[in-house]
C-alpha cells in the first residue's frame, strides 16, 4: 500500500518526505485555503513547488463543475508537470471529463466517493484512482472501512486497473484497516502517519535497554 499525504502544507510534505514513507501527495481546494494559497497563479505555482519537493504522484483539484470547464482547467493541471494528477468530483460532468482525459493520456482522481456505485462509475470511465472519504462516512454513522473492502472486492472480481486511493483518514487505525481491506493507497495527514510510529510498549522496552546499555 503506498502512503500520499494529505496536505498543502509545505513543512508537513517536506517532514513525510524525509521521513522515507512518502509515495505521493494529495490537496484539495479547502486544503489550498488552509494553507492561505489564493489566486489562480499562487495555486498553480504551490503545485508545481510541491511536484519539485516529491518524486510521486501529487492530486491537483479542479474546482470546475461543467465538462467544458473541467476539460480547460484540467489540462491546464496536468500541463504543470507529468505526475500531476487531475482530481475531479463524482458529478455526472466530471465522470463525462474522467472519461475524456483517460481517452487524451490525463490520468485522474475521482473525488468525493462515498458509495460503491460512484466508484464503479468512475472506474468504467478510466480514472486512474477513487477517493473514498471513509472519515467523512464514519461521521455521518456508518463504518467508512466497510466502503474499502466493498471496493477492494468489486475491483478485484472486475479487474478493473483503478486505483483505491482512501481518504479522509483521521486515525492510525484507519490506515492500519486500508491496509488490512486492500486499499491500494492511503491518504493521510501527517499525524496518523507519524501516529502508526506509538506502541507503549516500545517505549518502556527502549527505556529499559537505555537504562541496561548505562548501567
Ligand atoms: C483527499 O483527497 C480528500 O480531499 C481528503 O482526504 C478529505 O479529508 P477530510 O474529510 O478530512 O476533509
Given at each position: ?60 483539484e479542479v ?7 473541467i476539460?480547460?482547467?484540467g ?11 487531475v482530481k475531479v468530483p463524482m458529478i455526472?460532468d466530471g465522470v463525462?471529463a474522467i472519461?475524456?482525459f ?6 485522474t482522481n475521482c473525488t ?10 468512475a472506474?468504467?470511465?478510466?480514472a ?88
Amino acid at each position: 500500500m503506498k502512503f500520499f499525504i494529505d496536505t498543502a502544507n509545505l513543512a508537513q510534505i517536506k517532514e513525510a518526505h524525509e521521513f522515507g514513507v512518502l509515495d505521493g501527495v494529495t490537496t484539495n481546494p479547502s486544503l489550498m485555503h488552509k494553507e492561505g494559497i489564493k489566486g489562480h497563479e499562487n495555486i498553480l505555482q504551490h503545485y508545481k513547488t510541491i511536484c519539485e519537493l516529491v518524486d510521486g504522484d501529487i492530486s491537483a483539484e479542479v474546482v470546475s463543475t461543467t465538462f467544458d470547464e473541467i476539460i480547460k482547467e484540467g489540462k491546464e493541471l496536468a500541463a504543470l508537470h507529468p505526475n500531476i494528477v487531475v482530481k475531479v468530483p463524482m458529478i455526472k460532468d466530471g465522470v463525462k471529463a474522467i472519461k475524456w482525459f483517460t481517452d487524451n493520456g490525463i490520468r485522474t482522481n475521482c473525488t468525493l466517493i462515498f458509495s460503491a456505485g460512484q466508484a464503479i462509475l468512475a472506474a468504467k470511465a478510466g480514472a486512474a484512482y477513487v477517493s473514498p472519504f471513509i472519515g467523512r462516512i464514519d461521521d455521518s454513522g456508518w463504518d467508512g472501512t466497510e466502503l474499502i473492502g466493498q471496493l477492494s472486492h468489486i475491483f478485484n472480481v472486475q479487474g478493473y486497473h483503478t486505483q483505491i486511493l482512501a481518504a479522509s483518514i483521521r486515525s492510525p487505525l484507519h490506515i492500519i484497516k486500508c491496509a488490512e481491506l486492500g486499499a491500494h493507497v492511503v491518504t493521510s495527514p501527517l499525524e496518523p502517519i507519524l501516529g502508526l510510529l506509538k506502541h507503549p510498549l516500545t517505549d518502556l522496552g527502549l527505556a529499559k535497554f537505555l537504562a541496561d546499555a548505562k548501567g
